[in-house]
């Protein structure tokens, strides 16, 4: 099995087909209707709804890691919109011969980036193959690239690797200048005055997830106060987008509980719609090298398996003391509601 010096090897050619996602994501958006982008293209699988702007970068993804990464080592690269989930490269390997086992998510943040109201982001995790038992803590390297609105000019990179660091540059569309990017957690120790919250993107239990996140704001910070707000949210529609926002320093609590709504659900004769997958959330490790506390619903390090199926729920926090603060209260929510039954 190969080590660190040898998943670094990937780290550039990662790189360079990140960007060429970028480049050619932002081209087309330059090119087309907003209508256009955001019409559906697929909506018979089981798995998340393919738009259009989905397609630009599907279509040649799978060319751009044979191009760049298979020439180096074989691999098995997983994604939404694969056959079966996963395609091993170069064509013709066996899948016990690759040895990194890489999952992408080509655009995480479809909805917000065709209709150009956010970034979207190219996520990106690597870990040697184990086969189906490979998991997030397997991830050894990790590579996330922004994909910006058409009116900027600015946009960001970032990867990591296990035990060596988180590195991040901002990249000037205009002049191709690249300079180096601090990311700087949020050292308060309360979310007072910060940016926390539950993700609530989607209809379906909205309310569960609401009565859940104020509880917490409640038991940690008391009540509001007339004509005051003690802390706000941000519903970032992209889980790589709120892991960026947890390194930047801008949010200090994020939860995505999304998966255990089922058993809610359910009574109510309602089914569970769009979860996080593990190719939203496979650039974690780039949040965990710079400090950022990424666990499970019940605290522990995440074990999701490396595929397109599972669904996941997670919780991110800014440091030890907004842990402290806020595990203990979101922990009690989920027991008394009965949600730790679920399995994730």
């Not at 559906?40 to 760049?68: H, K, N, P």
């Not at 180096?72 to 056959?83: D, K, N, S, T, W």
């Not at 970034?119 to 397997?138: H, I, K, M, Y």
């Not at 490790?285 to 997670?314: H, Q, S, Y």
């Amino acid at each position: 099995m190969q080590g660190q010096t040898g998943v670094l090897e990937l780290l550039e050619p990662l790189k360079r087909v990140q960007e060429q996602v970028r480049d050619a994501v932002v081209a087309a958006c330059e090119r087309a209707a907003l209508e256009d982008l955001a019409r559906v293209a697929d909506d018979t699988s089981e798995g998340d709804t393919i738009y259009a702007v989905d397609r630009i970068s599907e279509d040649s993804l799978v060319q751009m890691f044979e191009a760049e990464i298979a020439t180096v080592v074989p691999v098995v690269l997983a994604g939404e919109g694969l056959p079966g989930g996963q395609v091993v490269l170069p064509r013709g390997a066996a899948e016990p011969d690759a040895v990194w086992r890489v999952i992408v998510d080509p655009i995480d943040g479809t909805r917000g980036l065709m209709y150009q109201k956010r970034s979207a982001w190219v996520l990106t995790g690597v870990a040697p193959n184990r086969g189906s038992e490979t998991n997030f803590q397997d991830i050894a390297l990790a590579v996330q690239t922004e994909i910006p609105l058409l009116k900027q000019h600015l946009c960001d990179s970032l990867w990591g690797h296990r035990g060596g660091g988180a590195h991040a540059e901002r990249y000037n569309r205009l002049t191709g200048e690249r300079r180096p990017l601090p990311l700087r957690p949020s050292r308060a120790r309360s979310i007072r005055h910060g940016f926390a919250g539950l993700a609530r993107f989607f209809p379906g239990a909205r309310e569960e997830l609401a009565a859940i996140d104020e509880e917490i704001v409640r038991g940690a910070l008391g009540d509001v106060k007339h004509g005051k707000a003690h802390c706000f949210e941000d519903q970032y529609l992209s889980t790589g987008g709120q892991l960026y926002e947890l390194m930047a320093g801008h949010d200090r609590f994020i939860a995505d509980l999304r998966p255990l709504m089922e058993p809610v659900l359910r009574r109510r004769g309602l089914s569970l719609g769009i979860c996080c997958h593990p190719y939203d959330l496979c650039t974690e490790l780039i949040a965990r090298e710079v400090g950022v506390i990424v666990t499970d619903a019940r605290g522990a390090a995440l074990r999701a398996p490396l595929n397109v199926e599972a669904d996941i729920a997670w919780v991110g926090y800014a440091n030890s003391d907004i842990r402290a603060e806020i595990e203990p209260l979101l922990q009690k929510a989920l027991k008394q509601r009965g949600l730790f039954d679920v399995a994730i």
